[in-house]
């Protein structure tokens, strides 16, 4: 099945170079918005792939607009905080030459001067500075549990602002102690990340800069108070993650019925390719009539299955990408991008190991080491400006000169001038799509992905087809997160997948 996979798709040969790799959820809201603004926009494809013309499109208003907007993006941070495992909120960082960055510079600063002018009065007045501390006494109480009693009465009781104002107007304030206390309970609520920060606001003595400094302190742990109501709540939010994102997508689904073409068209494409294939393999013998009309249909789920295979060879600069799999759409474009390198890697392996004696073919340390060069010099292969042809030249020199020092060290002899130049030119040629060493390895690879999909819920992995046992261990990490972002996708859609399939099955 899979070695045909590439021959279905449009244009495969010029492929997307996308620069994107491991996004983070800007990028996922980003490609939603871009979806969005192609399905409100009605009108057909510019592309060579139009538009199946399933549903009118209707006109929206600006309110709906930004309705629809806001529901994309709440879904997209849901479906992020389930998706990926390594999901943080970051601290705003403005660029430094950013007018919102010179902007809040000069609030800030003006804020603290005018804090400084107030407090070097004699007497002086404090009512910036109460106001602050009625700011840091909230932020305190909100990182507590429900169980933290005595630090909330604490809080309350040390930071009551009433008192504090009492003791401004009658000359008695000490600030300083204030702020020893808030420091104090800092250091109690904080995660061990930020004990260095808070230690280093007890060398602070002046007031001003150490409400600044407390201030800067809070605002980290914020993010990760954030960040650990995120990690409690990811194994609990699984279902309802699911039910939310299909509630979701149904909701923008009854205001643009059309939001469901580009998903049609792809799992029609699926469909006709399995069933030419079915076609092709049950050609009957010379003088038998033709029964290929009589057999059943392709499976559901093995269309399914396929559908997924096929968006790991997207051709992304003239394909729309299907509606219910644009928020991964950075995800699949990675997954892209490393099986393309993984090909080409497992593709020179196989030919310099081909070549090379059966005694350092066999060496495990040799195998990795060797690997490990490549992998390396490979790294940039998914930047615009990396060569392949150039790289490959580059690679070529450095395995003949492993493989000579692995075969004296073993007591072979090392290649002669001949072989060097035949084993330099087959890694050279890797560099074409349709040399048939990488074309093998690229189908084996696919048939991996293919064979794991369908036994994803059974242990051990399924057994690596040959030539690819020394990029197994990578295989096997892509696999793991293709078919956990696949199952995921399916939970989601799969309603919509079974009703779009019910009509595409259907024999005439």
């Not at 009309?293 to 789920?301: K, S, T």
């Not at 992998?375 to 060569?387: A, E, G, R, V």
């Not at 261990?473 to 293709?482: H, Y």
Request: hydrophobic letters at 40%; a negative charge; proline letters at 6%.
């Amino acid at each position: 099945m899979s070695e045909n996979l590439d021959k279905s798709n449009i244009n495969e040969e010029g492929k997307s170079k996308s620069n994107d790799s491991e996004q983070g959820l800007e990028d996922a809201v980003e490609d939603s918005d871009e979806a969005l603004q192609k399905i409100k926009s009605g009108s057909p494809s510019t592309q060579r792939v139009q538009r199946p013309h399933s549903s009118p499109p209707r006109f929206v208003t600006v309110e709906e607009l930004l309705e629809t907007a806001k529901g994309v993006t709440n879904m997209t941070i849901a479906h992020e905080i389930v998706i990926n495992g390594d999901f943080r909120i970051k601290p705003v960082e403005l660029p430094e030459d950013s007018l919102e960055k010179k902007v809040k510079d000069i609030v800030h600063k003006a804020f603290w001067d005018c804090l400084s002018v107030q407090l070097s009065e004699d007497p002086p007045t404090y009512d910036r500075a109460i106001k602050l501390v009625g700011e840091i006494k909230e932020t305190l109480l909100s990182f507590l549990l429900p169980g933290h009693t005595r630090l909330r009465n604490q809080i309350t009781e040390v930071l009551d602002l009433d008192l504090i104002k009492q003791e401004a107007e009658n000359g008695a304030l000490d600030i300083s102690k204030l702020a020893e206390f808030i420091i104090g309970m800092m250091g109690t609520l904080c995660a061990p990340v930020r004990d260095e920060e808070v230690k280093k606001l007890k060398d602070l003595k002046e007031i001003v800069p150490l409400f600044r400094a407390i201030f800067s302190v809070l605002d980290l742990m914020k993010v990760d108070m954030a960040n650990f109501a995120v990690s409690s709540i990811r194994p609990h939010l699984m279902q309802q993650s699911v039910e939310y994102e299909r509630k979701q997508f149904q909701e923008f689904l009854e205001k643009q019925p059309n939001s469901l073409d580009f998903v049609t068209q792809w799992l029609q494409e699926a469909a006709d390719d399995l069933m030419n294939q079915k076609c092709r393999n049950a050609l009957p013998a010379v003088g038998e009539a033709s029964g290929s009309g009589d057999g059943p249909g392709p499976d559901p789920v093995a269309v399914q299955n396929y559908a997924y295979l096929k968006l790991l060879k997207w051709d992304h600069l003239h394909r729309p990408f299907p509606e219910t799999v644009l928020m991964d759409l950075s995800r699949f474009q990675e997954f892209q991008l490393q099986l393309e390198q993984l090909t080409v890697l497992g593709a020179v392996l196989l030919v310099t190991f081909s070549m090379a004696a059966p005694g350092i073919s066999s060496r495990a340390d040799f195998a990795e080491k060797l690997k490990m060069i490549v992998k390396i010099l490979l790294t940039d292969m998914h930047l615009p400006s990396f060569h392949l042809e150039d790289a490959l030249t580059t690679v070529g020199e450095k395995v003949c000169l492993e493989v000579s020092s692995c075969l004296s060290l073993c007591g072979f002899s090392p290649l002669t001038t001949d072989k060097e130049a035949v084993l330099k030119g087959q890694i050279q040629a890797v560099a074409s799509p349709d040399n048939p060493i990488r074309r093998i390895v690229d189908s084996r690879v696919l048939t991996f992905l293919e064979t794991y999909l369908v036994s994803s819920h059974q242990k051990p992995f399924p057994t690596a087809p040959g030539g690819l046992g020394p990029v197994q261990t990578e295989l096997e990490e892509v696999a793991i997160k293709f078919v956990r972002l696949v199952n995921y996708n399916k939970m989601v859609f799969s309603p919509y997948y079974d009703a779009i399939l019910s009509k595409i099955l259907v024999r005439p």
